[in-house]
């Protein structure tokens, strides 16, 4: 038996009941078999791994990301076909046509909408809540106070380890400060984690449950390319490094990636812009424009295209716990199977 999977002696179904228990609350939430959603990645949340999320018994979210509302419309009907499970849409609070992609969510009977990249505004909130539950990312405790009171179903908290855009505070600290305060809503936590135990051990601090990005982008369902896949496979922890801002005149949100050519490129072009402001032959407000077009498509070339070398690479820290490209079933088992083993050694130490 692999050591990652859970025996189905007597032994190995009393703590998968225990583990069952302590997720009850999110999985009753996300309606799902595990209490364990899908980070939404642009490029790589799309229909294949949503429905290969959910049909392992998880909880796959879609990446709205700049999709129109006819593009989500068509990847929802096309999640739909391929899983009859739940799912969710994530959407970016900054959409010029957020109220339009609201309105498809519901159209298409969508139960759980995430609403990401801000505060949401009441007109959003209300429509979400008009015919789906409403959740909400918050980075700190005030935050996460004001999102339930604005009425949020559910939370997710996630640290700075995660890939992609993130925040200044870990997931470790987050779930500290918030996790024995905010119990009015589900909490979900994200960032750094890749293996069960973990997520054991934040059910057992009052989590409802998990989201999980990189693990799953290399996943076989992924339609990430393989160079993609290869370099989250051969790539380390401490790999995956925030991007760098050189000048507080010019603010870079922190994307967390894997460090390649493009990073140094990057660096390269914010120090060539800040010397043309100083020769004055930029202003200011043209320098940053340029700063923030310079990865304008890069996510995609990477992620579809393959170019790993100049193209972002976002991924979170947990990458160095990608070793090997797997199912999206082989996944969820080997998560549930390590925080079973984990509870079980807790019972029976001596066999462990």
């Not at 990652?4 to 078999?33: I, M, Q």
């Not at 969710?88 to 969508?110: F, K, Q, S, W």
């Not at 393989?226 to 507080?248: E, G, M, T, W």
């Not at 043209?286 to 996510?299: R, T, Y």
Request: charge should be neutral; hydrophobic fraction near 50%.
């Amino acid at each position: 038996m692999p050591p990652d999977t859970v025996s189905k002696d007597s032994g190995g179904l009393l703590t998968r009941a225990e583990f069952d228990r302590l997720s009850d609350r999110g999985r009753r939430f996300l309606g799902s078999r595990v209490a364990i959603m899908g980070g939404a990645m642009s490029w790589v949340s799309e229909r294949t791994l949503v429905a290969a999320i959910s049909n392992a018994g998880g909880f796959g979210v879609i990446a709205g990301g700049a999709m129109g509302p006819e593009a989500l419309a068509h990847e929802i009907a096309g999640t739909q076909a391929l899983t009859a499970r739940p799912f969710g849409v994530n959407l970016i609070t900054m959409h010029p046509r957020l109220l339009d992609l609201i309105a498809v969510c519901l159209e298409y009977g969508v139960g759980h909408i995430v609403l990401a990249g801000g505060v949401p505004s009441g007109a959003a909130v209300r429509a979400v809540k008009d015919g789906s539950r409403l959740v909400c990312f918050a980075s700190a405790l005030v935050l996460a106070q004001r999102m339930v009171r604005r009425g949020a179903d559910a939370l997710v908290i996630e640290g700075s380890e995660a890939g992609g855009h993130i925040g200044p505070v870990s997931l470790a600290v987050l779930a500290q400060e918030i996790l024995p305060h905010v119990t009015e809503v589900p909490v979900f936590v994200a960032g750094g984690i890749g293996r069960g135990e973990a997520i054991l051990a934040f059910l057992e601090m009052g989590a409802a449950g998990a989201q999980l990005g990189t693990r799953f982008a290399a996943a076989t369902e992924s339609i990430a390319h393989p160079h993609f896949k290869r370099a989250f496979i051969r790539a380390r922890a401490r790999d995956a490094l925030p991007s760098v801002q050189l000048d507080p005149r010019f603010p870079v949100i922190p994307v967390r990636g894997l460090v390649n050519a493009g990073t140094q490129a990057f660096l390269q072009h914010q120090a060539a812009a800040m010397a043309r402001v100083d020769a004055g032959e930029l202003t200011r407000e043209q320098a940053q424009l340029s700063i923030e077009h310079f990865w304008a498509g890069a996510l995609r070339r990477a992620v579809i295209d393959g170019d790993v070398e100049h193209g972002s690479v976002m991924a979170g820290q947990s990458v160095g716990m990608v070793t090997a490209e797997q199912s999206m079933a082989e996944i969820i088992d080997e998560l549930i199977g390590q925080a079973c083993r984990a509870l079980a050694a807790r019972h029976n130490p001596a066999r462990h």
